[in-house]
């Protein structure tokens, strides 16, 4: 077990107590956890060498051990693989512009939506990520930009709405001072209910769950979307934009539908005037997202026609952006980097 997790178990108080530790032991934990991003016992300089001998044989200080570190020169974008205590690895991203740092935390070992173009599912669900393993994601990131991170998207590996009950405690502990938050799914209809339920269980309390929602939408019928999402996890575009102004109703907050152009199979102009109606029915924004050509056989339109697709768009009365490609030396679309290593692991046991 990590030290986040252990402290957030009622087995990790029981022992403090049973070690004898006063109260306040457990506060000061948290604030070297999550304030000053320890990632070793050693750094825990105002604990008794006992009680950090004595952590030390019940949790790990920090749940991700970094087995590679890659950094575009061209942009500065940060990708890490790191390695859980049970072998399996995962991805997480910090995207640096002037004015902010964000990080892209991943919330599965894998992933079960599996996803044409998106190499995180490429074979499927391992496990979900521990709450704990959720946030030394964020620490990470917090300790390579010398601060706490400004954005928090949760757009790396895994379907995020699949894995709620390690999440939601996850960010309710680490997104203090964050500006906010951002939560993408493919269109999982009681995930969705369900966030709107706890941001208005929230609403009367200090307590904010009002998280961002991005749907990755992909398709503008439900023809489009089942070339590209399989049948197991994809629910009807109908169901699913109801449960989105359910959310919206419930947090005040603007949707995102993420697009991502496939050249041939999304991008036509029946289908950019469908997406402009839906963005307006929803009232929502638009990121578009040229399909990467490293995670499938798929490919992206030509630059010049994704631009003119934003300036379509906006001529339709949608607020569009064109996401910039970050990271591309270094793998940064989720699932590139684990798939990657894991071939080389693979190769040098062949011999």
């Not at 999550?34 to 949790?59: D, G, I, K």
């Not at 740092?101 to 939506?113: D, H, K």
């Not at 995102?256 to 102009?269: C, H, I, K, M, P």
């Not at 056989?297 to 768009?313: G, H, T």
């Amino acid at each position: 077990m990590n030290l986040k997790d252990f402290l957030a178990s009622e087995q990790g108080r029981a022992q403090l107590k049973e070690w004898g530790e006063p109260d306040f032991r457990l506060r000061q934990l948290n604030q070297w956890t999550l304030e000053r991003f320890a990632a070793s016992y050693e750094e825990m300089t105002n604990l008794p060498r006992e009680l950090r001998q004595r952590l030390a044989q019940v949790a790990s200080p920090f749940a991700l051990e970094v087995v590679e570190r890659l950094q575009d020169p061209s942009d500065g974008t940060v990708k890490w693989l790191s390695r859980l205590e049970d072998g399996h690895t995962v991805e997480t991203v910090l995207l640096r512009v002037p004015e902010r740092t964000t990080v892209c935390l991943s919330t599965q070992v894998g992933c079960p939506v599996r996803c044409v173009f998106c190499a995180s599912g490429r074979n499927g669900l391992v496990r979900n990520l521990t709450a704990g393993e959720i946030m030394d994601q964020v620490m990470l990131a917090n300790r390579e930009a010398g601060k706490r991170v400004d954005n928090i998207v949760v757009m790396g590996m895994g379907e995020p709405l699949l894995n709620l009950e390690a999440l939601v405690p996850a960010l309710e502990r680490i997104a203090f001072g964050v500006r906010h938050v951002t939560i993408s799914t493919s269109g999982i209809v009681p995930g969705i209910l369900k966030l709107a339920r706890l941001a208005e269980e929230a609403s009367s309390s200090p307590l904010s769950r009002n998280w961002n929602l991005a749907l990755s939408l992909h398709g503008v019928d439900d023809e489009s979307r089942a070339r590209i999402i399989p049948p197991h996890h994809r629910y009807p575009l109908a169901e699913i934009f109801q449960a989105c102004r359910v959310h919206r109703e419930k947090t005040g907050r603007m949707l995102t539908l993420e697009y991502a152009l496939v050249r041939g199979q999304n991008d036509s102009v029946a289908a950019q005037r469908r997406l402009a109606e839906i963005a307006r029915e929803l009232r929502a924004k638009v990121n578009l997202i040229p399909c990467n050509p490293n995670a499938s056989v798929l490919e992206a339109p030509e630059l010049r026609r994704c631009r003119q697709w934003a300036e379509e768009l906006s001529a339709r009365g949608v607020q569009a952006t064109l996401r910039h490609s970050r990271g591309q030396a270094i793998l940064a679309a989720c699932g590139q980097l684990r798939q990657q290593w894991q071939r080389q692991r693979s190769q040098e046991a062949g011999g």
